[in-house]
């Protein structure tokens, strides 16, 4: 049983035309869910816990007393992780302690300390930087419950400083996932609720009398879950709206083309809407990627979703060298970007929008999404032309700090007393003379 | 003529619920804006420099024959420049060299040279730091035209390394306004169009025939730019849609009254929903200060916007002391912090929300505003909770490096492979395991 997946060739002259095409996907903006999203937030910012109960009940089926009755007390995420056989539970810990060390680097590299520098007249100038006092991570239930985004989520925040970390997992029927849990304990998060959908996204940005109020919402939920996200952004933060994965594999035709194959089997496989494409220089090798993806199809309990995946979304794409296939690479501005050459630094240097670059052929996508360390929350959707992926510095903020000496003051007054004067705000400009001498 | 300023006392048992009532704003959720952007965004998108032209003749009564002809060469950008008397002039430059100093400074201090590090087992874990390739900035024409907001978009867009930034300022009835362009110039903008409203934010977004596509749009504007940036967000990056200014002045009693007074006038003048609000211990310097407001109302231009700002939403708070002071700043979370104190650094280390913080008498807002260096682009309505001044990270990316050796994929390919099996991703799991020798 075949797949037939699109071929392109960048020697062809709508080349450009045909990848846009397939790049192309549009988030559908169902206006029927924007408004239930904006009815549920309305009735949690109005009547706080009796409106999160009720909607919890009717769409997870349960029947919760209270809000209180909702929340998993440490001691249950603990038990959860007793009950973890050694193995699974050895792995979670190992991906957890190199999650928090690859972070714990970041924290130290990307200027949290803050600076601060006196100029010569004595006037001091400089930036604080401090972490989210709280913090709320959604973790989408059922199918899609993984646990290495909650370590992903929340390892970030706990490293940044932030003191309170809110979990929300919807449990349809009350059916918990233990990996979950254990996640949960293992990440250090604070309180755990089992709510999910609009309403988790309301209780958390408005707070009710059970649940805090938290600075900031991350992680993925469902579209109820993005409408709502996109509604109460700037009463609180966000993340990025997340769309489906996509893994890019630049090729130079020398790794084992069963081992390309399953990496892009490993990013159809999330979802029908996931997408993998290969560039690769050799056509022959192209040949060689495509028979082992017939021939490796056939093993994969997930070959339904990944053969939908590949059909719609996949490409194999001749590239004329690796040169071109990082400057086409730069316009995919993929999630993952995958170089397993020879040479990859050579060609890695060539790339400026990227989510993530895993470098060689050993390193593939499957190891940076559960234990390389980096964070496998990640811009899609070419978002990485100007967005980041998860990190500490989404768990902190900073100020400007402005000391201007009386000297200073007597400088920068005039300066500033003339361009208030040119913007006319003459208080600007006064409160700025009332400093000079 | 005297100002009826609210006065409100922490030792009030109703507070805290005074306090949230003053801060208490929501901008206006006008579905008829919100729909007019979205007509105007799809129009752009379908029709491109057509109909960006038409709006732009329509709205701002213009007659121009191309949107080619809407863009002020940079010629004209530099006789604007001359143009300028040489006060002004010089003004300008001092203080755009300042922003620019302090932004070069920030770029080092925050890690924008990224990190890397190899484990025992030759893995090699990092971050690579690039700026967006391109960058609009739209400046609001008209009355609420400040080049010095010129100055604070472009400059730190030019220090993170973005070759290309696109500025956008409507011109109704084609009037021109000489320090935008000149700021323009000094600040290095690349290229200017004389196009505003929804339509150039739709221009920058999507691209034309003749306007650039962009990667991200900053700056602030009216109802219909904030709903469209809104709208486009995903599709390019926005800052954060701004509320109203804010000022909040923590005082202990000993600075001029006269002194304080103008500091929330200089607030107060921006518009009628600017926000000012003292926090003192000493309710005799509280009066003190009110009777300044009354003595210097009278010389103020724009007195009536002062009085409307400083009525309807202003605030004179008698506190039980500085440390309660503090306390109440972290909850309102300023946009601007005035600490006006003899020991302003005890207090500022009580801080953690505030976009930026001025230190002492002599830091009046006004120069922080104008020329100190840092940004005056900063988070309002609480935002400062969960964001920050804009700044050089705002044009610069980030990619996780991660490039795994032959050694490393032996132990991280067995702890990802079952973690992999535990949430049903097999792909992920052989992908893994073909790692392995």
Redesign the interface.
């Known amino acids: 049983m075949t797949i037939q997946i699109r071929t392109l060739d960048s020697a062809q002259a709508d080349f450009r035309q045909q990848l846009a095409h397939v790049l192309a996907f549009e988030?559908a903006e169902d206006e029927a869910i924007d408004r239930a999203a904006a009815t549920i937030l309305a009735a949690v910012k109005t009547r706080g816990d009796a409106a999160v109960l009720e909607y919890t009940n009717k769409f997870d089926r349960l029947q919760a007393g209270s809000v209180a009755a909702l929340e998993i007390p440490r001691a249950q995420l603990l038990a959860a992780l007793e009950a973890l056989p050694a193995?699974?539970r050895?792995?979670?810990q190992?991906?957890a302690d190199r999650v928090r060390a690859?972070h714990e680097?970041?924290k130290i590299?990307?200027?949290s300390a803050?600076?601060s520098?006196t100029e010569a007249d004595g006037?001091?100038?400089g930036?604080?930087v401090?972490p989210?006092?709280r913090v709320g991570i959604y973790v989408p239930g059922g199918?899609a419950a993984?646990?290495?985004s909650v370590l992903m989520n929340a390892i970030p925040a706990k490293v940044a400083g932030v003191a309170d970390v809110i979990m929300v997992v919807p449990t349809p029927d009350g059916i918990k996932n233990p990996?979950v849990l254990a996640a949960a304990a293992i990440a250090g998060v604070d309180r755990v609720f089992t709510i999910g959908g609009a309403q988790a996204v309301g209780a958390l940005a408005y707070g009710t009398d059970t649940i805090p109020a938290v600075?900031?919402i991350v992680g993925p939920g469902n579209a109820y879950v993005a409408a709502a996200k996109?509604r109460v952004f700037?009463v609180?933060?966000i993340d990025?709206?997340a769309g489906p994965s996509e893994i890019l594999v630049l090729c130079d035709g020398s790794t084992?083309p069963?081992?390309i194959a399953?990496?892009l089997?490993?990013q159809?496989?999330?979802d029908e809407l996931a997408q993998s494409i290969l560039l690769c220089p050799d056509a022959a090798y192209i040949d060689r990627v495509q028979a082992s993806i017939d021939k490796l199809i056939g093993d994969?309990?997930?070959q339904e979703v990944?053969r939908t995946s590949l059909t719609n979304r996949g490409a194999l794409v001749k590239v004329r060298d690796m040169a071109e296939a990082c400057e086409i690479a730069n316009f995919i501005a993929a999630e993952h970007l995958e170089i397993s050459a020879a040479e990859?630094?050579r060609w890695?240097d060539l790339?400026?929008?990227?989510?993530?670059?895993?470098?060689?052929?050993?390193?593939?996508?499957?190891?940076?999404?559960?234990?390389?360390?980096?964070?496998h929350v990640?811009?899609t959707?070419r978002?990485?032309?100007?967005?980041?992926?998860l990190?500490v510095?989404d768990f902190q903020?900073?100020?400007?700090?402005?000391?201007?000496?009386?000297a200073?003051?007597q400088t920068?007054?005039?300066?500033?007393?003339?361009?208030?004067y040119?913007?006319?705000?003459?208080?600007?400009?006064?409160?700025?003379e009332?400093?000079l001498k």
Chains 1, 2 share one sequence.
């Open positions: 988030a193995s699974r050895g792995a979670l190992t991906a690859y680097r970041q590299e990307c200027g803050g600076f520098y006037t001091v100038l930036q604080k401090t989210l006092d199918k993984y646990p290495s990996l600075d900031k996109r700037g609180v933060g990025m709206i084992d069963d081992w399953m990496d089997f490993s159809a496989e999330h994969m309990p997930r990944i990859p630094q890695a790339i400026r929008h990227a989510g993530a670059m895993f470098l060689g052929r050993y390193s593939s996508e499957a190891l940076g999404d559960y234990c390389a360390g980096p964070n990640l811009p959707s978002t990485a032309r100007f967005s980041s992926p990190g510095y903020k900073r100020s400007s700090m402005i000391h201007v000496s009386e200073g003051a920068l007054g005039k300066v500033a007393a003339e361009l208030a040119g913007e006319g705000l003459q208080a600007h400009a006064r409160s700025a009332y400093r």
